[in-house]
């Protein structure tokens, strides 16, 4: 048991986010099974060599520019200066490995989700499992232990039984060959569905990879006092509907045995109510080392696949993305969250963009004592226009931008003329897969921090925004936000 001692809750001390890391799946046999794709394919099942003769090799999801922004091998701005679209102008040298993280190919996620299979609901066939463990057995963040757990598979005959009840789903790598299989948690409960499981296996791997990366980074994993999940999962059995605490179930695979966890809800918004929870955990002195961790949103798989397909260009939804971020006290060097800084959204806001931006950014910059244009900065929605504009869903993050850029019109800070520099100067080009715990913000933290620290940046605001609505429990919108900001080199209080 972690105990606090009586001084600290007399010293209070800036939280500092001291490592983010990012992981991304490229998982093009899956991504026939995310929410969008799996309803329109068993409705037109001839969609389904369409759909998958525009998924992309893994080779060329490494060398796509926003994914090499993801896990920090290019800087978001450097995006200005690749010609679009995009996917057709590969990263020369794109490497798998990046400052934050990597890129992991498909049978190795395999792989690592079934290391995750408590209860052997998901069988791989052997000799897939075979040529998998090759490859675990170099990667540096597998140990013995993961080999174990990853078994010896079973045969092809047993798999095409288990698929036989209707109840079990498929695994296919991106040629479409059957590789595996997950299997139903409980046949009477809708909540355990193989549907479900196989979205909860992916989450965990994916969350795991991002905290093996991070622990490997900044230091021993038993130095971690509490687990904050961020994601959108809703993991659950009998009679416990999303009860949750993915947290824990994935730091069980990294080794943080001194930790305790808990996840927190808050739809896309979800990771930055973590850090936001995390910094006020580190700064009361209930915990010293906290790390905010999301998985990926399965659901999310291939969601604007039918614009792509109509613009006969590659489905781009076909990564599966995760973070991990670091939350302790001040070390003098590592970027602080500023309490003070603080933004929510509250219930009698309103559901207007202008509402939730006033009191996500406006109030708390007059909080400050700053403007607008102080803000080196704004970390929002950082969808990939790329795969959000062929469906029609329009560039979010400019949208943004342009709106956070009219409130310093209206504050007489910028002429309307000048909106535009604005959105330039201020804002970035979205980069980031659409799932919205992702998306929301958080990958801009660790370009922020590297900027801050080797002294570019002075600070970055993050806003991230929440959709209740989707729950079918209220009309509500959400929202949190804080100022990050580059450690002047004073420890101690706040």
Known sequence: MYIVSS???HQPTKPVVQGVSYFLAHVPG???HGSKPSREIKKDPPLRESFRSHLRTFEEAVAYPPN????GNLDPDDLAHVPSPWYKHPVRDGSRWGLFGEIMP????YGMMKICDEFQLLLLEEGFVRAVAVKLRQHPLFSDADLLRLGNGVSLADI????ADGATLPMYDRGGRLVGCVRTGHEEDPNLTAEILMENLSVRASGALALRHQVAATGRAEAVDFLLGGGEEAVGDRYNRGGGNMAKAIGELCGCSGAGGADIKAFCSGTVHAIVVAAGLVASGIFSDVVVVAGGSFAKLGMKFQGHLRHDMPILEDVIA???VRVGRDDGKSPVIRLDSIGKHEIGSGSSQQAIFDKLIAQPLDRLGLKFTQIDKYATEMHNPEITEPQGSGNVPRTNYRIIGSFAVLRGEIQRADLDRFVEEHGMLGFSSTQGHIASAVPVLGHAIRKMLSGERNNTM????GSLFLGRMTQLADGMSFLLERNKGTQGGV
């Open 30 to 32: 899956l991504t026939c």
């Open 68 to 71: 090499q922004v993801f896990i």
């Open 160 to 163: 095409e039984r288990q698929l």
């Open 7 to 9: 001084s600290a809750h």
């Open 106 to 109: 498909e049978d190795e996620f």
């Open 462 to 465: 993050f806003v991230a925004k």
């Open 322 to 324: 995760a973070i991990a």
